[in-house]
């Protein structure tokens, strides 16, 4: 009898079921295509990498991948790949061999990782050859030449066609050199691919390094990737244990880790999306019952029981919840699919999602059974559990009072008596529609409740991407470049000593312009920096030590000893990744080679003074640092530097400041560069966290918006009763229409007004204390300028047009139900049930 009953009461005000029906769908709908939307992106990434270069897994020699050295090159890989193409997981496998050499052209270099590969077997493993744009690949076996990103390409001003010379240590120590012809560039759309690497022929390879026979790896393209982990037991057993079998997450630890901070702020997003839905099933039940007060108590007075009463609630909340979940996965599902085959374009925002490897343009969500499962199960309960206080507010009603409507009347009374004997100058209707607020102050309560939790959800949203994105900039900016960088022309491309200017002048220039804090001049280059044990390439950075710490800060960060001073010339500073790579100590001696000004290979041997740790292993694993007259001399520069480095006392004044300086500096050949040109992976970055704030705001809205019209809608659609009567009495049917925009504008103001104060004093107070991230993070200092701890940060501007829009969408979609009751007969509109 109680699910007869409770499927009758559904059914019989079909109006009120379908709002809350719609409530249920919408969320879980949002939740399941946000949830596609971050698994879609995490797909394409490892899709891309893997299926480019890195493959699935790859075989080394144990311990080459913690320490890359020739030392612990393959001898017999003929062998160890028949061994391997022997499995039944693997569809193919090849052998590679790579190193790390400073690729150079003209005046232009940079330090890349050189691969020589098996063209034949390559082929098979990865799709790399299919993504040449220019020249062509390799023909066969006897073909030479290199094929390199287009990146590299645009770096060194290269086609295909020209000449690269590759400069590295060969498999004897010796220094190896080439000048080899570059047959084509390939295009990958990631930045490390397209950048950093360079493709030989197996052959040309072991030539130029001097190892007839040997090899560094077996990259492995397997059947299956999701069986990774059994793939990689049973080539350990094949290949023995001298060998170590590395899965894609270790090879790609970047995109291991971008995918770690996709699902990390996915969380943070779905939780609040969670907590958004479960308010929003809850206000539509909360009023479902209070309108029905009447209905229950004339139940309890015809003997119905407390339990009974109970159970019926809350299996009206079970139908309701299920029909919500049923149109819910249907329309949620069916949009993730839609967009899984049509795709989202989010070409306007190609420079942020290049800042995870393997993003493209287009993002393709992904359906997974699993995930819909959980979140129709999650919000199933949250239903549950939202109605099981009004079913225990309704089994715990007095009769009497319950059908007489007690305390809300006597209230409304009071007041209406106190406002008698005062003058308005307020509209009659208004006056009324005041009285109504405060007559059924629990259907008041219960709307602003709805409207202004959501307000708030929905400023925290803002306030959590508004504040990440600052510290991306900021935490960047501090460690490494200021704010702005007077330089030449190409200067951030080239690297180039020729592009180097006597800065005296524009030094003391730059020092009187309002708004700049500090400058300071550098010496900056690509280099090769060569240990006992390896070479790696880094960007060196002469810097005055006195006037660098008006700019950074990374005098700050040492770890073990201690800062650069002025006079030390011969003591260079590192990064600890990168004296990890390098496996170099406190004391010991680091060369560096690099191009000099003339033409000749600038070289000098420098003791490591102090290794510092910033939050980015980015800087830490790519920089050394030595005092502007050592690095001078090196270079052959003289007196000259390469750039001038700028802190302005509000960053948000950079392109005023660059503006004012560009007229100046224009005379003399230079420019001044902004942050994002300075720091181009933390600008595509914070386009990233932009780009996807766009998508899950637009989503968010829809939510938030659809949540507090429908509290609005059914505020107002249970009072055709009312509105019959007071027609019945002769009020017009625009006065009522008038009426209840006063209402809705009063609630919303007010709702309004409690949302953005809670919501910014909960942005404020999470921006003192922090929200504390790092548990869901292993390494988040891999992406430049990310911190474990988040402290969000409130811009009023954002919130202007999404919470006008919120308000009128509340106020316009108040005026159906009001427009439809005034339009019924009296007598129809308070028999309606």
Known sequence: MIWTLASRNVMRNRRRSVITVLSIAVGLAALTFLWGFVDGMNRQMVNNTTRYFAADLQLHLK???????????????????????????????????????????ADRSRGIMAFGVDTAGEARVTDLFKAIVDGRGFNGTGDSGVLIGEGMAEALALRAGDELVLVGQAFDGSVASARVPVRGVFRTKIDDLDGYVAVMPMAAMREFLSAPDAATAVAVRLRDRGAMGAAEQSLSARAGGAYEVIGWPVLLPMVAISIRFHEVMGFVVLTIFF??????VANPVLMAVLERTREFGIMLALGTTQSMLFRLVVAEALLLGAAGL?????????????????????????????????????????????????????????????????????????????????????????????????????????RIAGRNLLRNRKRSAITVFGASFAIVAYVFLYGFFDGFGEQLVDNSTRYVTGHLQIEREGLRRDLAPELAFDGSAALAAVRDQPGILAAAPRVQ?????????????????????????????????????????????????????????????????????????????????????????????????????????????????????????????????????AARLAPGLAKAGLIASTWPRLLPRVADMLGLVRSIRTVIVAVFFLVVALAVMNTVFMAVAERTREFGVMMALGTPPDAIVRMVVYETVALMLVASAIGYAVGAAVVALFGTIGLDLSGFYRDYSAIPGLTGIVYPRLVAGNLVGPGVGLFMASVAVSLYPAVRAARLDPSAAIRHG
Request: aromatic share 4%.
């Open 63 to 105: 311990g080459y991948h913690d320490d890359p050295s020739l030392d612990r090159a393959i001898e017999t890989g003929a062998r160890l790949l028949d061994q391997v193409t022997a499995d039944p997981s693997v569809v193919a496998a090849t052998l590679r061999l790579e190193t790390t050499v400073l690729a150079s052209r």
């Open 326 to 430: 049923l149109l819910g996965n249907i329309v949620g599902v069916g949009t993730t699919a839609a967009f899984g085959r049509a795709g989202i374009d989010l070409g306007a925002f190609e420079a942020g999602l290049r800042a995870m490897p393997g993003l493209a343009d287009v993002i393709y969500p992904v359906v997974r059974a699993d995930r819909s499962l959980v979140i129709s199960l999650l919000v199933l309960l949250i239903a549950l559990v939202m109605a099981l206080y009004p079913a225990f507010r309704a089994a715990t009603l007095e009769p009497v009072a319950a059908i007489r409507g007690v305390g809300e009347r006597a209230f409304g009374r009071r007041r209406e008596r106190q406002g008698a004997s005062r003058k308005s100058i307020l509209p009659v209707f208004a």
């Open 525 to 657: 280059a690509q280099a090769l920096a060569t240990s006992a044990t390896k070479s790696l390439g880094v960007l060196l950075y002469g810097v005055d030590p006195a006037l660098e710490r008006g700019i950074t800060i990374l005098h700050r960060t040492f770890v073990e000893g201690r800062a650069l001073e002025q006079g030390a010339d011969r003591d260079i500073v590192i990064g600890r990744r990168l004296a990890e790579k390098l496996g170099i100590r406190l004391g010991e001696k680091l060369v560096l080679m690099a191009p000099g000004l003339a033409g000749e290979l600038g070289t000098a041997a420098f003791r490591v003074r102090g290794i510092f740790a910033t939050e980015s292993s980015a800087f830490d694993g790519a920089m050394v640092f030595v005092t502007l007259a050592a690095s001078q001399r090196m270079l052959g520069l003289g007196q000259r530097v390469s750039s001038i480095n700028l802190r302005l006392s509000d960053r948000a004044d950079v392109d005023a400041a």
């Open 275 to 280: 907590v958004m839905v479960a308010a929003g």
